[in-house]
């Protein structure tokens, strides 16, 4: 099972961003897909993660600004990052719970410049 982000990038304060991750191979059940992030200096934390439900939670820091989503189907969650600041400047990681271990994506860099 491998998890491939992308979408990550270059982008100024207020502007917007739109993360993939997709989960491959063989694959029965995906339970827990989430974001994470982690900027120089700091320890990686949870942005957001949803359940195979639809149940979503977010880290105060982006509520009201990121959604996160899912397309059960392909096996893929969303980020989409709004009304960006220059503290969301991260590697951004994706992770899911699958067949009952945990996996994570390589990262993409999300860079918001002032």
């Known amino acids: 099972v491998q998890l491939q982000a992308s979408g990550g990038g270059l982008v100024q304060v207020g502007g917007t961003l739109r993360l993939s991750c997709a989960a491959s191979g063989r694959i029965r059940n995906v339970n827990v897909m989430a974001w994470y992030r982690q900027a120089p200096g700091n320890l990686r934390e949870l942005v957001a993660d949803m359940r195979s439900d639809g149940t979503a939670t977010y880290a105060d820091s982006v509520k009201g600004r990121f959604t996160i989503s899912r397309d059960n189907a392909k096996n893929t969650v969303y980020l989409q990052m709004n009304s960006l600041k220059p503290e969301d400047t991260a590697v951004y990681y994706c992770?899911?719970?699958?067949?009952?271990?945990?996996?994570w994506g390589q990262g993409t860099l999300v860079t918001v410049s002032s």
């Open positions: 992770n899911a719970g699958i067949d009952w271990r945990n996996y």
